[in-house]
């Protein structure tokens, strides 16, 4: 996990909404590129979903992640995504 995760995460929660890359990474100061990159490991990990359209929401494994219950460590390593 990245502080771009961290960020990602954040926003999806604080907002509340379904957004996309483009819209997250103009919020949060990392590249659209980054963003793409960092929202493919947090759906691989189930942190965020993909609705369609390149429109993304947390979930609620993503919440309990900002919440402290659930560690970085309980996650695959990055050799394994």
Do not use: C, W
């Amino acid at each position: 996990m990245t502080s771009a995760d961290n960020r990602v995460l954040e926003f999806l929660d604080e907002k509340d909404i379904v957004a996309t890359p483009h819209v997250i990474s103009a919020n949060i100061d990392y590249s659209q590129q980054y963003v793409n990159e960092r929202l493919r490991i947090l759906e691989h990990n189930n942190l965020v979903e993909n609705t369609g359209g390149a429109l993304y929401r947390i979930t609620d494994r993503g919440r309990a992640y900002l919440a402290g219950e659930l560690n970085a460590d309980d996650l695959p390593p990055k050799h394994e995504q």
